[in-house]
């Protein structure tokens, strides 16, 4: 797997993401260069290579110079998401993404919910997208600080945050106002794919469903954008 872009890379050093190698424009071997500096610092191997054979490796065409080789991404379990909480002596905050599969949506859910302090995130084995280097571009370096779980079955996991007094609502519409709904509990937050929602068996296993009042024409928002609504509002009511 490779990580692109100086920014996603530098987040990958300073993170938990094992760095095989990094493959760095040859025309910065002589310049002062954080990522050469950092890339030093913790005994990585470094590659200088022309421009254009970065644009050939490149998956993204946007390397700005740097492309890291890393090994594949390490998926946390949901204990691991749920003991985040335990060690920041906070309630549960946990975001189940119930079959996202565009990589840019993913990349930036995985963003936001690491500026919203969300502990984890569960996704689909099947159906949805995985971590790829899409993802890990999108989310500019935010996956390095971010526990992500990947499970077979979405109502068992639902069922293990439940045994752990952890509350689960569905963001859909026909719900309870977000405004209005208590959000400040150990709580974890289904959003749906980008064409169908959460899926009705999954929505009726949820303890309860948040709406985001809409007052236009179109009936839904981008799953990244609605995502980062609810998270910042529970967030909000958090810090209140």
């Not at 690491?114 to 571009?137: F, K, M, S, Y």
């Not at 370096?141 to 069922?159: C, F, L, P, T, Y």
């Not at 519409?173 to 959003?191: E, R, S």
Request: proline content about 2%; aromatic content about 6%; charged content about 25%.
């Amino acid at each position: 797997m490779f990580i692109e872009g100086k920014n996603a890379i530098r987040q990958a050093i300073l993170g938990e993401e094992t760095i095989n190698k990094i493959f760095i424009d040859k025309n910065y071997s002589t310049r002062k260069d954080e990522i050469i500096s950092l890339a030093k610092e913790n005994k990585i191997k470094l590659e200088f290579l022309p421009k254009a054979v970065l644009d050939k490796k490149s998956k993204t065409g946007h390397h700005q110079g740097y492309i890291a080789e890393t090994i594949e991404f390490k998926y946390s379990s949901v204990q691991d998401i749920i003991n985040v909480g335990k060690e920041r002596n906070e309630k549960p905050f946990i975001v189940i993404l119930d079959g996202i599969e565009d990589p840019h949506n993913l990349g930036a859910i995985i963003r936001s919910c690491e500026c919203a302090g969300v502990h984890g995130i569960i996704l689909p084995q099947d159906r949805a997208c995985q971590i790829n280097e899409t993802v890990i571009r999108t989310s500019t370096g935010a996956i390095s600080e971010m526990k992500i779980a990947k499970v077979v079955n979405i109502k068992r996991a639902m069922d293990i945050l439940k045994e752990h007094d952890i509350w689960v609502f569905g963001a859909e519409i026909g719900g309870n106002d977000i405004y209005k709904q208590n959000l400040n509990i150990p709580l974890a937050i289904v959003i749906g794919s980008e064409g169908f929602g959460i899926k009705k068996s999954v929505l009726a296993n949820c303890d309860g469903v948040i709406t985001l009042p809409l007052m236009g024409k179109v009936n839904s928002l981008n799953a990244s954008v609605a995502c980062g609504i609810v998270i910042f509002e529970t967030l909000r009511q958090r810090l209140s």
